[in-house]
């Protein structure tokens, strides 16, 4: 509640409050870590087994991430934007992140176009078994034929694992 002299010392104390909430929450879920797993049943009946744990199930080839956001970071001004489903090239890289569209290609490479992305990033784990509509940025001989991108950078350490940089055309 506002006073005569401006919020009440109650209001100034909330965003503390949240912040600290906040800070305990992820320590929390830093701590149950090992604990949290993605469990399945393969047959109706069966018991339920972990899998794998959910944090590493989603995190892709670090490696190969890796080194597609060190030849954006020693290829790109530093204004470059990354288009990916992910942050991670772009925070290797140094440079903002744009979130990937679950869209079709068309969509997808028109929005870049117009949002000032200059590259997007291509995992060939999340085109397999994520974003098949991608799958175009993937083959050379499609690629080719698409005037919005170039393939700049690609690696491929083991098969699944490729990852792949194409710089936007304005």
Known sequence: MAGRHGP??????YPALVALASRVAT???VA????????CRSRPGEPRRAVRSALAFDDGPMPAMRAAGAWIAAHSPADAVVMDRKSYVAFFAGRRHVQLPDEPLDVVLD?????????IVAEEYVVRSLRPQLAPLLDPARL???PRVRLVFATRPAPG???AVLAVSP
């Open 144 to 146: 080719g034929r698409e």
């Open 32 to 39: 149950l870590h090992p604990l949290l797993a993605v469990e």
């Open 111 to 119: 929005h870049a176009r117009s949002t000032g992305v200059t590259h």
């Open 161 to 163: 694992d490729g990852v």
């Open 8 to 13: 009440s010392p109650a209001h100034h104390g």
């Open 27 to 29: 320590a929390v879920l």
